[in-house]
């Protein structure tokens, strides 16, 4: 990557961080991690309490990339057809035209995406992976850029449904907004008092210089230490005894992504074992199963990844 490329990119990710940190306040981890997603490619799962600004995460992020967002509100009785589209019979002439689904966007929000069942949830699936939905075996490819922000109730909620593995793995990183500090609920409260912010945010970044930097992105080098360093966690979660489901070969390669976004990020062309471990619990946590025992002992996931990584030496 040449400088004045890297020094354009940080000026205009600078922009947009400002646009999200405006409305989504308290939150620059989240922020930052939302624009590691984004450069990678990648969906993002948010499993939080109703009402801490997950939605608004979603329209702040459209608006400010002058992106096209839809917005799913998944329930019980949401069927496939719903979320893809179908094709609609014309009587006039006996033809069939496929009618897109809300799908066909740049930023899908994918709302309490765990009220659905499973054969619903699972239409997302082709989507995540490939940016394509295949619809009554024709291909559709999808609008560029295409990413995924899905919000999950926490699973002891009335009417949920566990989001199966294969989903879960499709997922680049998940996170918790959580609530606000009390001195940042307070800024919220007086601005919203006559507008929601979101309203009055204008587009800072266009979608094909998204495009661009998500090119640039891949480029970004990996030294074959830190390549060997990152599947070593990997591998150490496929032998952890506290786990009964490891890291697939799909999450070592997202995790990769993830190191290559994060150091472009902070306007590296070269990725340090600290992006490495910095982003592990975000794209490893939600992709292994923890086993009884150590359910039972009161560990969740985040705290396996997080002694993992400690654990396992840097290679050099």
């Known amino acids: 990557m040449g400088n004045s490329m890297v020094s354009g990119a940080q000026d205009r990710l600078a922009a947009l961080r400002r646009?999200?940190?405006?409305?989504?306040?308290?939150?620059?981890?989240?922020?930052?991690?939302?624009?590691?997603?984004?450069?990678?490619?990648?969906?993002?799962?948010?499993?939080?309490?109703p009402g801490v600004g997950k939605t608004?995460?979603?329209?702040?992020?459209?608006?400010?990339?002058?992106?096209?967002?839809?917005?799913?509100?998944?329930?019980?009785?949401?069927?496939?057809?719903?979320?893809?589209?179908?094709?609609?019979?014309?009587?006039?002439d006996g033809s069939f035209h496929f009618r897109p689904g809300p799908?066909?966007?740049?930023?899908?929000?994918?709302d309490e995406i765990n009220r659905a069942s499973p054969r619903t949830q699972s239409a997302l699936l082709e989507a995540m992976n490939e940016s394509q939905a295949t619809i009554e075996g024709e291909r559709h490819p999808l609008p560029e850029p295409f990413i995924v922000l899905a919000t999950q109730n926490p699973i002891d909620f009335h009417g949920t449904y566990p989001l199966p593995?294969?989903?879960l793995d499709r997922f680049l990183v998940q996170m918790n907004l959580g609530y606000p500090a009390p001195d940042v609920e307070v800024s919220i409260l007086y601005a919203q008092a006559e507008?929601?912010?979101?309203?009055?945010?204008?587009?800072?970044?266009?979608?094909?210089?998204?495009?661009?930097?998500?090119?640039?992105?891949?480029?970004?080098?990996?030294?074959?230490?830190?390549?060997?360093?990152?599947?070593?966690?990997?591998?150490?979660?496929?032998?952890?005894?506290?786990?009964?489901?490891?890291?697939?070969?799909?999450?070592?390669?997202?995790?990769?992504?993830?190191?290559?976004?994060?150091a472009f990020c902070q306007g590296r062309a070269y990725v340090l074992p600290d992006d490495v471990q910095r982003l592990s619990r975000y794209v490893l946590a939600h992709r292994v199963l923890l086993t009884?025992?150590?359910?039972?002992?009161?560990?969740?996931?985040?705290?396996?990844?997080?002694?993992?990584?400690?654990?396992?030496?840097?290679?050099?």
Do not use: W
């Open 165 to 167: 593995e294969a989903q």
């Open 56 to 92: 608004t995460f979603a329209k702040t992020l459209a608006r400010s990339i002058d992106a096209q967002l839809n917005r799913i509100q998944f329930t019980p009785d949401l069927l496939p057809a719903d979320i893809l589209g179908s094709s609609i019979y014309n009587p006039a």
């Open 195 to 262: 507008s929601h912010p979101v309203d009055a945010l204008k587009p800072v970044v266009s979608r094909s210089e998204v495009l661009a930097m998500q090119k640039e992105v891949r480029r970004v080098a990996v030294s074959e230490p830190v390549a060997r360093y990152l599947v070593d966690i990997v591998s150490a979660t496929r032998s952890d005894a506290r786990l009964k489901l490891g890291v697939s070969p799909r999450g070592s390669l997202m995790l990769f992504r993830a190191a290559q976004a994060s």
């Open 292 to 316: 009884p025992k150590a359910k039972y002992k009161g560990g969740g996931a985040i705290e396996v990844i997080t002694d993992i990584v400690e654990s396992v030496k840097v290679r050099t």
């Open 19 to 49: 646009n999200l940190s405006g409305v989504i306040q308290g939150k620059q981890e989240c922020i930052e991690i939302l624009t590691i997603a984004l450069l990678a490619n990648g969906s993002v799962l948010m499993e939080d309490v």
């Open 103 to 110: 799908i066909f966007c740049n930023v899908l929000l994918a």
